[in-house]
């Protein structure tokens, strides 16, 4: 594959592999160079690329299991947590604060699910994946994924609620 099929192929969806690392990773700094090695392995596999069925789905999962063996690494009690803010320069200063309020909220509720709830999370709601797509890129069964997203929303939803609701029933 030349040069310019490669980027034109790969380039498209490298933002996908950059959220779905970030929401692994945490770290801006670790998503990017997640998404940089993987970028640099699909380089690597060039040549024989165009084999693939799918290689945004490859791409996702080549994503997926680099950022959980860094995890899995020694060097991930060194993972630096980082948050990016939201901001737009239009909005008053109450509703900037309360969006990056809901953006920390969501993210800590995201991180507290458990890895398989996170990933389809993530692959579903925000990187708008279909189902077929998340069972290839997961291995599961189309069952298990939309039993893990229901659990994933529940309790999304129960921790939302327990926000909002600043604790009173």
């Known amino acids: 594959m030349r040069q310019n099929d490669f980027l034109n192929t790969v380039m498209p969806f490298k933002d996908k592999l950059y959220r779905l690392a ?3 990773l945490v770290s801006k700094e670790e998503a990017e ?3 940089q090695e993987v970028l640099l ?3 690597s596999k060039n040549e024989n690329i165009a084999e693939y069925k799918n290689i945004e789905a490859f ?3 080549m994503t997926k299991n680099f950022c959980l063996d860094r995890l899995k690494s020694k060097q991930a009690g060194n993972l630096k ?3 990016s803010n939201y901001r ?3 909005t008053s200063l109450q ?4 969006a990056e309020d809901s953006v920390r909220w969501m993210e800590r509720i995201m991180e507290s699910l458990p890895a398989q709830q996170k990933m389809v999370l993530q692959l579903r709601d925000v990187e708008q994946y279909e189902f077929e797509e998340i069972c290839d890129l997961l291995d599961m069964k189309p069952t298990a994924v939309r039993v893990t997203l229901s659990r994933a929303r ?8 327990k926000k909002h609701n600043y604790g009173i029933s």
């Open 41 to 43: 392995k699909l380089w």
């Open 95 to 98: 509703r900037q604060l309360e």
């Open 22 to 24: 970030k929401r692994l």
């Open 81 to 83: 947590l980082v948050h």
């Open 88 to 90: 737009d320069e239009h």
């Open 33 to 35: 160079d997640a998404t």
């Open 154 to 161: 529940k309790t999304v939803r129960e921790e939302l609620a």
């Open 59 to 61: 791409a996702m999962t």
